[in-house]
């Protein structure tokens, strides 16, 4: 039988989707084909710190727990840290007696992490010097995914449709707020979505409906990113399409997020990691077959404008009375919790959570042997 692969699984992370991402990381750990990998779990505290496999592991679920490889669980590390010097292969281990750095191999790495550091490239650039492969888009990919105004730059170049933005900076709003309330009232007017241009989940995003909601929902946005996108409030329902390979990338059936009842007016984090029972995710969703074809589409469309890589998930807002269907942004690492659209998606298209594991591994690799025949000199 051939080697098992290890598998490094960060997951935790600096950002306010730290739990989800330790859900996520405990479905993915659990549907691991156990004979095909040896998963090592890494956790990054909520401060950055990361944590070794046997401390990572008592983080996650006990179902996840108890499918990791008994050295995983029991081996004293010390401090751990992947390096940006190749040297040092995989998975590093030092302690602070000034005893030697140990090496293990880590023959990939699975990021799981939402959010700022560890969606949005900064993880992805360590692993790129590191020179290991790893699952997901690369730095590109990542930071734009995680920037809602590049993205939708990027976006406009590809055609995509999209509903009317602008955008500013904290220190212009610092600076001058009626002017910059000025200026969204002649570009975009009410209703309006002001959203931290790179987080997630929902966090710091609210309705405006006047001038008195436009300040609150900027001063909160302004406490989560320097740079601030404003967007006209679209009555829509939520479509979303899970994408998966690297240079030829293939879509799933979309699903759709139906709300029953949501009194805040939008999916907020509650909603979208809770089971209130107020919003379902229903997949496949109910639309005409033209309608899919053309949601497929504009998918992959946009994962290539962004240069994807692995995975992603597509969200569209698809417009009530018109039909109008405009793209809302695209998420490079999805939740991938057990009740999550990305996993769900693809098992509607006839394509197992494993199975997809396994897709996502390979095309890591994939991506990995394709950028290593790039020449670094001249000759
Ligand atoms: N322009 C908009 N019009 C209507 N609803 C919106 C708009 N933008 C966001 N929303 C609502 O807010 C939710 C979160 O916004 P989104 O841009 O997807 O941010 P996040 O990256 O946090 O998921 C959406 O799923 C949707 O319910
Ligand atoms: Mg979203």
Same mark, same amino acid.
């Given at each position: 039988m051939a080697k098992k692969l290890r598998v490094g699984v960060i997951f935790g992370g600096r950002s306010s989707e730290h739990e989800v991402s330790v859900r996520s990381a405990a479905s993915v750990i659990e549907a691991m084909d156990r004979k095909r990998y040896d998963v090592l779990p890494i956790a990054i505290t909520r401060e950055g710190k990361w944590l070794p496999p046997a401390e990572a /592991?008592? $983080? $996650?679920s006990k179902g996840a727990q108890a499918l990791l490889p008994k050295e995983t669980v029991t081996k004293e590390r010390g401090e751990i840290a992947i390096l940006g +010097?190749? &040297?040092?292969? =995989?998975l590093t281990s030092f302690s602070f007696n000034g005893g030697p750095l140990a090496s293990e191999p880590l023959d990939v790495v699975f990021p799981v992490l939402h959010g700022p550091? =560890?969606? +949005? =490239?900064t993880l992805q650039g360590l692993l790129e010097m590191a020179n290991v492969p790893y699952v997901g888009g690369g730095v590109l990919a990542s930071a734009c995914g995680m920037d809602k105004v590049a993205m939708k730059h990027l976006f406009l170049q590809a055609g995509l449709p999209m509903c009317d933005y602008t955008w500013f900076l904290r220190a212009h709003w610092r600076a001058d707020r009626e002017k910059v309330i000025r200026k969204i009232e002649r570009e975009i007017g009410y209703p309006c979505f002001v959203k931290p241009a790179n987080l997630g989940s929902s966090v710091g995003i609210s309705k405006a409906v006047d001038k008195q909601s436009l300040v609150k929902a900027i001063d909160l946005a302004a406490r989560f990113d320097r740079k601030i996108i404003v967007e006209e409030a679209v009555d829509a329902r939520e479509i979303e399409c899970a994408v998966l390979g690297n240079d030829e990338p293939k879509a799933s059936l979309p699903g759709e997020y139906v709300v029953y009842d949501n009194s805040a007016g939008f999916l907020d984090y509650t909603e979208k990691y809770s089971k209130t029972g107020r919003v379902e995710f229903v997949v496949? /969703? &109910? $639309?005409p077959k033209s309608l899919v074809t053309k949601i497929q589409k504009l998918a992959v469309l946009a994962f290539r404008s962004v240069d994807g890589a692995g995975l992603a998930r597509v969200d569209f807002f698809l417009k009530r009375g018109t039909n109008e269907l405009l793209i809302n942004e695209l998420n490079t690492l999805p939740g991938l919790t057990d009740v999550s659209g990305y996993p769900k998606m693809w098992e509607a298209s006839g394509l197992s959570y494993s199975k997809m594991l396994d897709e996502l591994i390979e095309l890591a690799f994939e991506r990995h042997r394709e950028k290593s025949l790039n020449q670094s000199t001249l000759s």
């Open positions: /592991a008592k $983080l $996650l +010097d190749p &040297s040092h292969v =995989g550091f =560890g969606e +949005d =490239g496949p /969703a &109910s $639309l």
